[in-house]
């Protein structure tokens, strides 16, 4: 359990953290969600122990961090923004270390390896892995000591579709058994369909506490947020010619530009269906309205041109032609 009452952290004369309540129970996933400068950050360094609070009580299973440390670290699992890896490593010898360091059989490398879907990867040196690779290794490496309470900072930071998926049915798994979850997040994207509870951060202030994530999600207008250059645009779905998966980002393809969505190909397709969006491909989400031609290459090659003023053109994979045939009844 995570106990968070009238807590407040002043740093240079200035309050940077007054939280009121936050109370996370065992079997609970509890998001936290702040911009850059909401003071998140200085909450995590209060949650390790890294800093005293000014005023209030932060117990974590009956513990205070800054008091019980060893008892604590035993108890506690925590993934950081930063990764910490031993980038010259193998994936097997970094979670060897902390089975070493917790005093646990060798099988639990093993074991850590098999959950986090990297088993394969034993022996690559974590310089060799890519970003959500290396995002799930630091994963496995905080759940190494079966803790009873998680606290993860940004875990799906820098993740591909894969790995976002993996990590996510993870926590859940985690929550299901008991664990007591406490997500600290920039945004918003992700947590909707993890998280019991989301509480929004501003200014050190709790702003918002929303109850039921997925279900006001689903009852809200849907608008896609991007980030520009200091600041946020909402952009309408029918402005979207296509979206694509590059390399763990989506790419949002209207005529006059492309974004970068915080949110996977997948929860687009989730959110769009009803908006006349189509999953051409396994990297291709399309707005239909904007379709102007299905173009057959071969008898198992396709392709989508739009009706933009450069007559893009992108793949339809076999099954998916086979689907808007059904769909179109052409």
Same mark, same amino acid.
């Given at each position: ?52 609070? /000014? ?14 440390? /060893? ?7 925590? #993934? ?26 060798? !099988? ?148 006059? !530009? ?6 996977? #190909?997948?929860?687009?397709?989730? @959110? ?10 396994? !990297? ?16 198992? /090659? ?8 450069? @007559? ?12 808007? @045939? ?5």
């Amino acid at each position: 359990m995570i106990q968070i009452k009238n807590l407040q952290k002043i740093e240079n004369g200035i309050t940077v953290v007054d939280i009121d309540q936050i109370q996370v129970e065992p079997g609970e996933i509890v998001g936290v969600v702040g911009a850059a400068e909401s003071g998140l950050d200085t909450l995590m360094k209060l949650l390790t122990g890294n800093l005293q609070p /000014s005023a209030g009580i932060i117990n974590i299973n009956g513990l205070e961090p800054t008091k019980d440390k /060893s008892q604590f670290c035993t108890e506690v699992g925590f #993934l950081f923004k930063e990764n910490g890896l031993y980038v010259n490593q193998t994936a097997k010898k970094n979670l060897a270390f902390f089975t070493k360091l917790y005093r646990l059989p060798k !099988s639990r490398v093993e074991d850590v390896l098999n959950i986090i879907g990297l088993a394969d990867q034993a022996r690559v040196q974590v310089k060799e892995l890519p970003s959500g690779l290396s995002r799930r290794l630091a994963f496995g490496r905080s759940i190494i000591n079966h803790p009873s309470t998680l606290i993860l900072e940004h875990p799906l930071e820098q993740c591909d579709e894969k790995s976002i998926f993996i990590l996510k049915e993870i926590i859940k798994h985690e929550a299901k058994n008991g664990t007591t979850i406490f997500i600290l997040n920039e945004d918003i994207a992700n947590l909707e369909d993890l998280c019991n509870r989301i509480v929004l951060v501003k200014d050190g202030h709790i702003a918002e506490v929303i109850d039921n994530p997925q279900k006001a999600s689903t009852e809200l207008p849907f608008k896609i947020p991007v980030k520009l250059e200091g600041r946020v645009a909402l952009l309408n779905p029918g402005e979207i010619l296509y979206i694509e998966a590059v390399q763990g980002r989506t790419v949002l393809h209207t005529l006059e !530009s492309q974004l970068i969505s915080q949110f996977t #190909l997948s929860e687009l397709e989730k @959110r769009l269906q009803r908006s006349g969006f189509f999953r051409a491909h396994r !990297s291709f989400l399309v707005n239909l309205q904007h379709v102007q031609e299905v173009i057959p290459y071969s008898r198992n /090659s396709f392709s989508l041109r739009f009706s933009d003023p450069k @007559r893009t053109e992108i793949p339809l994979s076999k099954n998916a032609a086979a689907e808007l @045939r059904d769909l179109l009844d052409y």
